[in-house]
């Protein structure tokens, strides 16, 4: 009997669980749907390993209109994700981080109306 192959299979599966568990479950839908719209452009671009240049790139065409608070966001979901899929650490990729810092430069998130119910009024709400 080779325990060799029963041993590898046994570190490799254990190795896949603790990855699947570094990705939120809540979130797990939204971070691969992230991922597979990433790889999806990096395939119509003909592009195979991931690096700065792609993803700023990726950033600046794909993502334009997007607010900085999303781009943010989906650059901790790729982050997430490329590390545990292709072991690639974008953390350290400096031009992109201060790329995603300049486009934040002057943004003012949308307020959403917060306050207390106005007697008498149409609208629900009051600013306060």
Request: without cysteine; charged residues 30%.
């Given at each position: 009997?080779?325990?060799s192959?029963?041993?590898?299979?046994?570190?490799q599966?254990?190795?896949?669980?603790?990855?699947?568990?570094?990705?939120?479950?809540?979130?797990?839908?939204?971070?691969?749907?992230?991922?597979?719209?990433?790889?999806?452009?990096?395939e119509?671009?003909?592009?195979?390993?991931?690096?700065?240049?792609?993803?700023?790139?990726?950033?600046?065409?794909?993502?334009?209109?997007?607010?900085p608070?999303?781009?943010?966001?989906?650059?901790?979901?790729?982050?997430?994700?490329?590390?545990?899929?292709?072991?690639v650490?974008?953390?350290?990729?400096?031009?992109?981080?201060?790329?995603?810092?300049?486009?934040?430069?002057?943004?003012?998130?949308?307020?959403?109306?917060?306050?207390t119910?106005?007697?008498?009024?149409?609208?629900?709400?009051?600013?306060?």
């Open positions: 009997m080779d325990t192959n029963s041993e590898e299979d046994f570190i599966d254990a190795a896949n669980e603790a990855i699947n568990e570094i990705i939120p479950e809540k979130s797990r839908a939204v971070y691969e749907k992230h991922y597979k719209h990433f790889s999806e452009w990096m119509r671009q003909s592009q195979a390993d991931v690096n700065e240049t792609l993803l700023l790139a990726y950033f600046n065409s794909e993502l334009k209109e997007k607010a608070s999303t781009k943010w966001s989906l650059y901790s979901i790729l982050k997430t994700m490329l590390k545990t899929k292709r072991n650490d974008i953390g350290s990729y400096h031009q992109l981080i201060s790329f995603l810092k300049r486009k934040g430069k002057g943004f003012q998130p949308k307020k959403s109306q917060v306050g119910p106005k007697r008498g009024s149409s609208s629900i709400y009051t600013r306060s």
